[in-house]
């Protein structure tokens, strides 16, 4: 069963473009929303983790900028801008804080290029 | 801050063969964090392979085990006998014990 569903799945981003990313959530039992970014070298980042409808967040890394925003309880989106290098950024979604429920659960995740 | 560190970037081992993949990691924030495995296989997602939580603790799935050793601090993988359909990607992980919601990730070893 699929919790999460990202949108696009690729991107060809022209270089000083910025880009929107959405993610739907479609468990209820797993509201804790967050992105996580993979660079080319192939490490996983935590970017943002939002948990309620309103938050907003920016965060600024070698290779972008980030704006996370939780729309409502079933969306977060990304916009990325300033991208100087590819990078796939991931949906993930858990059941609370800590312990078990730090287990994430992923989604297919966006694969972004820089034309 | 906290850390996660897989030594090899890519190892292979020969069918049926027994295997082991390095995990150390280093929690500043929290004495005993959560350890996990995570594996994608080709054309997957990322997906939970085991967990441990309490230090000492021994974590299973699919023939894959992985002990939570707090002396040495490493959650080293290891199967008896490796399939073909176990080459993959697997990242070791902590979290925080409680009140943490970041995922640290080490940087992956593909298994051929």
């Known amino acids: 069963v699929t919790l999460l569903e990202q949108n696009p799945r690729w991107r060809l981003v022209p270089r000083g473009q910025a880009v929107n990313l959405r993610c739907i959530l479609k468990?209820?039992?797993?509201?804790?929303m967050s992105w996580y970014q993979q660079d080319l070298q192939k490490q996983l980042q935590w970017l943002f983790t939002?948990?309620?409808?309103?938050?907003?967040?920016v965060k600024s890394l070698p290779g972008a900028d980030y704006l996370a925003t939780r729309v409502t309880d079933t969306e977060l989106r990304l916009q990325v801008a300033n991208m100087s290098q590819g990078r796939t950024l991931y949906c993930t979604c858990?059941?609370?804080?800590?312990?078990?429920?730090?287990?994430?659960?992923f989604g297919e995740g966006s694969k972004l290029t820089v034309l | 801050g906290d850390s996660v560190t897989q030594t090899e970037g890519q190892v292979t081992v020969s069918e049926s063969k027994s295997l082991i993949i390095n995990c150390t990691y280093s929690?500043?924030?929290?004495?005993?964090?959560?350890l996990f495995w995570y594996v994608r296989y080709p054309g997957e997602g990322l997906q939970l392979l085991l967990k441990?939580?309490?230090?000492?603790q021994k974590g299973s799935s699919r023939g894959f085990e992985a002990t939570y050793n707090k002396e040495t601090t490493s959650f080293h993988l290891q199967k008896a006998s490796v399939q073909e359909s176990d080459s993959a990607v697997y990242y070791c992980?902590?979290?925080?014990?409680?009140?943490?919601?970041?995922?640290?990730f080490g940087s992956g070893t593909r298994l051929l």
């Open positions: 441990v939580i309490t230090a000492g």
């Open positions: 992980a902590l979290t925080p014990g409680t009140g943490g919601y970041k995922v640290v």
């Open positions: 929690a500043t924030s929290i004495a005993y964090p959560n």
């Open positions: 858990s059941a609370g804080l800590g312990g078990l429920t730090g287990q994430l659960y």
């Open positions: 939002l948990r309620s409808p309103g938050d907003k967040e």
């Open positions: 468990n209820s039992q797993y509201p804790w």
